[in-house]
């Protein structure tokens, strides 16, 4: 599934050559010749792919997913859907980190370097009326709208799309992204990197291949030193007319719906999915695998551990409707006073 | 009044062209042919320039304030003094930030970039004994201090000035700025790139050109991965002996005061004016357009929410003093504590 | 005792010469012909180091330092043991940075400077089968081992050692650091820069010389825009299979034990030192000169102030039990909704 542009796939291997490599079981009479052409998320594999469940959060996906096979425990094997064959393993993640590597195995490798002494690839293609710094590197294969204008010192990847009329500042790195029209990044920000995705392999981890890309919507504003991980099999999403701020985290395979706000040092944790026109004052924190509900605010340093449903404004830390935090700093300025008097 | 080292304006524009241009109203019998030569902040703007008000936080600054213009709501119009026109709007800071593209219309893209092979620019000022990479850049105008050292892949943008025996590490970004003697900036340090400063155009946002400079006094330090914004119209500026390790944010508009010291990952928002000596632990926030007063320490992980006047430590979110900080951990320890009793 | 691959000592100085860079005293009949050959930390120092002793948490490794010499005040100096010649000062943190500041006169200049055109250095030792970007800045006496690879605009300062199988990728920043094999550093990541250490000098303050180096072991993965700062004299430590996310910051002289998992954000103050495989959760703050045990986990936004020492999972500022957190966090939900009942 993984996008061409960026991935170099190996394959198809079959069941039994993906067996051996990650330990997992299958039915007796299972036919290991099956031949499996790729990785993929529960909700985009087909009959060709190879998926995992991990996160019991994702079971619905994985009852409804198309996937070929996909990796799971025994425990929740016999959930799979029919024309799935369940690979099971006590460690599917880290099934899956082996498979991935599997079919991906320069992965790991793919720092942008630029090997001939020019700065623009050969097969690169730049729009009209573009300024590009000869200190900046276009890789291959990537695609410069017209009136971009590319800063010094710049690194855009293999295969990376940039849309017209877009200014990527200097000392900026962006690796498989596809950016929309009239984007601004600011110096030093990260995009594309890989994702913060590994499996506990004893004594240490196995880095899960990141498959997904970072896709920016049109008119969106990106500050400095920020950074956004491509998705790790799923894609990282910036709705268009999103604006954000300096040093803001945003991990794999979160979504930003249009027109979102976030201010300074934000964090977001992986998978979240944020709607339409969500505000978030500086130094707020969101936890994974959560849904924010268009036309919320976050008040400044607000942490959000739960689903929000409704718009409104929240606040503090665990998230609550700002009236009720309000509430609840009155009464523990009271207390506090109160006990005060009391010692006193 | 945007400093012509670092952006280029146009105009002047008559009254008649940016109403045009903006949506805005005048009273009846107002000369359209009056000229107009520039946008400026309320506080610094004379008869020749164009202002706006927009947070009524700003009315008495509008009041007292010497613009010729004025972009202002219906309602708070007739607080204008006489000799200045007010331009009436129903989103003021909308109309400013057309009238400022009107002034400045390549500011959307002034991206560093070095059309030229070289890495020092022609019309650059080396002094005498610096050390300048052959892979950093210095853009035109731009006045390097004698006895500074500029690291590889370091930027330094048109008409910044740097003073004697600096130290600008690798891969720093630094544009519309003026430094100090004996300024240190570590790697990755990006400084002088525009504010997070925009105006709701629905469906998305259009960005406020922000027309001024990072002002840095001496023997500055800056850790890496800091960003400090430039200012939207007035200066962002760090006074004298200022300390500030990594990755900390400071927004446009905001003054530190003389030898005022910042922990990693302490964000501050716009505008907020910090006086001398103010020390602020790792990951301190505060909010915009506030004060706090010299000698003023703030502990680690302080959310300074409101104005601060007096001297003295203050802890918690939102910030309060810090004994009455400990005495609310202290009643919710005990609170928890016995709460737990009863249930249990 | 500072690193000569990275650092470049004069000396050595008879106690005379630094008596009268520092102001310090010493008691009457001290020998001022003797010379001392570096400055060391506490633990580390022999007779011919000159150490310092300024936090009081740090008396008992000044009670069984070996060290020749040791700035001290003068309430502490009858703690000194026989061997050591206290060097009584009421700054002797202070006095302390001027002697290094003789001892390493070079150290604030140290921004790796390319003054060849070529970007590899030819006294660097480059392993086969590397790729090294065109772009990238490889210092003197860098060691690059097999199979790595380097992007565009990396840069790698003198002296430093990066283990086979490593990818540095584009405009990352590294000094002053030993890296072990098969490690990746995300784009933007700064290694081994100066630690945020001064004494107050008034107006201002003093620099005081980061000797100590950053060691990280195998197999540690490294975050984009993260930036982890060299020792002061004791090295920062990162143990092997260590995985760091993005914008992560570690201050001077942390330790972090094996296989400990930090995620975006994160700040860990100086000299703290972390067990094995402890885990953190986005956003999390700790204090300086605190220990962590092994198996510890904080959850996100969590902020450590006191030593801990029992595995567990932790919460919440200040950090407690997480079951005990929930209980403040109920606490307080159910005093507000009682409090706002009783207003309404």
Redesign the interface.
């Known amino acids: 599934m993984a996008d061409p542009r960026f991935f170099d796939r190996q394959g198809p291997f079959t069941l039994g050559a993906i067996l051996e490599a990650t330990e997992a079981r299958v039915a007796h009479g299972t036919d290991l010749n099956r031949r499996l052409e790729d990785v993929a998320p529960l909700s985009l594999a087909d009959e060709r792919h190879l998926a995992f469940l991990d996160n019991p959060k994702y079971t619905t996906a994985f009852r409804k997913s198309g996937a070929g096979a996909c990796f799971v425990t025994e425990a929740l094997a016999g959930e799979a859907p029919r024309h799935m064959v369940p690979l099971v393993s006590s460690a599917p993640y880290l099934a899956y980190a082996r498979a991935a590597h599997l079919f991906y195995p320069s992965i790991?490798?793919a720092?942008?370097?630029?090997?001939a002494?020019g700065?623009i690839h050969p097969s690169a293609s730049i729009g009209e009326d573009c300024?590009?710094?000869?200190?900046a590197?276009i890789g291959p294969g990537a695609e410069i709208g017209n009136r971009t204008?590319?800063?010094?010192?710049a690194?855009v990847g293999r295969g990376v799309v940039i849309g017209e009329a877009g200014?990527?500042?200097?000392?900026v790195?962006i690796s498989h992204a596809i950016v929309g029209v009239g984007v601004?990044i600011?110096?030093?920000a990260?995009i594309g990197?890989?994702g913060?995705g590994?499996a506990p392999n004893p004594?240490?981890?196995i880095?899960v291949p990141q498959l997904g890309r970072v896709l920016i919507g049109d008119?969106v504003?990106i500050?400095?030193?920020t950074?956004i991980?491509r998705g790790a099999g799923p894609d990282t999403v910036i709705g268009?007319?999103c604006?954000i701020?300096?040093?803001v985290?945003i991990?794999h395979n979160v979504t930003l719906g249009?027109?979102c706000?976030l201010?300074?040092?934000v964090?977001i944790?992986g998978s979240t999915k944020i709607g339409d026109y969500v505000v978030m004052g500086?130094?707020v924190?969101l936890?994974g695998h959560l849904a924010v509900a268009s036309g919320v605010t976050l008040a400044?340093?607000t942490?959000v551990?739960r689903e929000i449903r409704k718009p409104g404004t929240y606040a503090g830390?665990?998230a609550?409707p700002i009236t009720?935090w309000r509430?609840?700093?009155?009464?523990?300025?009271r207390?506090?006073?109160k006990?005060?008097e009391n010692d006193g």
Chains 1, 2, 3 share one sequence.
């Open positions: 790991g490798t720092a942008p370097v630029s090997l002494s700065n300024r590009i710094s000869p200190l590197t204008v590319i800063g010094d010192g690194r200014v990527i500042h200097a000392n790195t601004e600011l110096p030093g990260c990197q890989e913060f590994f004594p240490g981890y880095t008119n504003s500050g400095a030193n950074t991980d268009d007319d604006r701020d300096n040093l985290q991990a249009r027109g706000v201010a300074a040092q964090g944790s500086g130094q924190g936890a400044a340093r942490g551990t830390f665990p609550v009720e509430t609840q700093i009155a009464h523990a300025k207390a506090a006073k006990r005060k």
